[in-house]
């Protein structure tokens, strides 16, 4: 059972543009919402994450956009640039959950030159 | 460099064996989080541990276990390995198990069974 969902599967994006990543969970119980990148051979790493109590949260060219209501929350990548060529995984916890985080199946983005 | 150490990084058996995955935290993290990677399943969480004890179980067969050890390394054993069970396996750590502290991931450790 999948707790969150991700959309588009895949994306591909020119240098400059932006890069937008949908999520969509179910159970109103998670309070934090991270975004990981993963590159080929890596582990995922941290990017950015948000808490309910905010509806956006910007660092750098990344921001997270987040729709309590609608149960969703995406990730804009702005100015993107071929080094941010990777899968981007979506993730939810609570905080009673102890952290255990449940990940999205994924988006892999490619910026083109 | 997450800080996070995994080893092997790959590790080649066969059916019916047993393996043991070997994850070191950052230093002065106390809670490791155990995930396998597929292209099926995609990255599910197996288990955490939290100072040496078990903290949560995620969807972790009962072939597969873990421990924490006093010097906070932890180890994720799989036995009667199954075809299914390749995959890859990340260990994260995190100071303490409370949501507010992000998981620092390892590079994982590629399981392939013949």
């Known amino acids: 059972q999948q707790q969150v969902k991700q959309s588009p599967q895949s994306l591909i994006v020119q240098k400059g543009g932006i890069s937008i990543i949908n999520c969509a969970y179910e159970n109103t119980a998670f309070d934090y919402f991270p975004w990981y990148q993963q590159f080929p051979g890596k582990g995922p790493a941290l990017l950015i994450a948000?808490?309910?109590?905010?509806s956006e949260k910007k660092e750098g060219r990344f921001t997270i956009s987040f729709n309590k209501s609608a149960k969703q929350f995406s990730l804009h990548i702005m100015d993107s640039q071929p080094g941010d060529s990777a899968t981007y995984f979506c993730a939810i916890a609570t905080l009673r959950g102890n952290n255990r985080l449940a990940f999205g199946k994924g988006n892999q983005v490619v910026v083109i030159p | 460099d997450s800080g996070v150490t995994q080893t092997p990084k790959h590790l080649i058996t066969a059916t019916g064996q047993r393996v043991t995955l070997r994850c070191s935290p950052r230093?002065?993290?106390?809670?490791v989080y155990w995930y396998q990677q597929s292209l099926d399943q995609g990255l599910q969480f197996l288990i955490q541990?939290?100072?040496?004890?078990?903290?949560a179980k995620g969807n972790i067969l009962e072939r597969f276990s873990a421990q924490q050890f006093p010097d906070l390394h932890s180890e994720l054993n799989l036995s009667s390995l199954e075809l299914g069970d390749s995959a890859l396996y990340f260990c994260?750590?995190?100071?303490?198990?409370?949501?507010?502290?992000?998981?620092?991931f390892g590079d994982g450790t590629r399981l392939s069974i013949l």
């Open positions: 230093s002065g993290d106390l809670s």
């Open positions: 541990y939290y100072n040496g004890e078990e903290r």
């Open positions: 948000i808490r309910p109590d905010v």
């Open positions: 994260a750590s995190a100071s303490d198990g409370n949501s507010n502290q992000p998981q620092h």
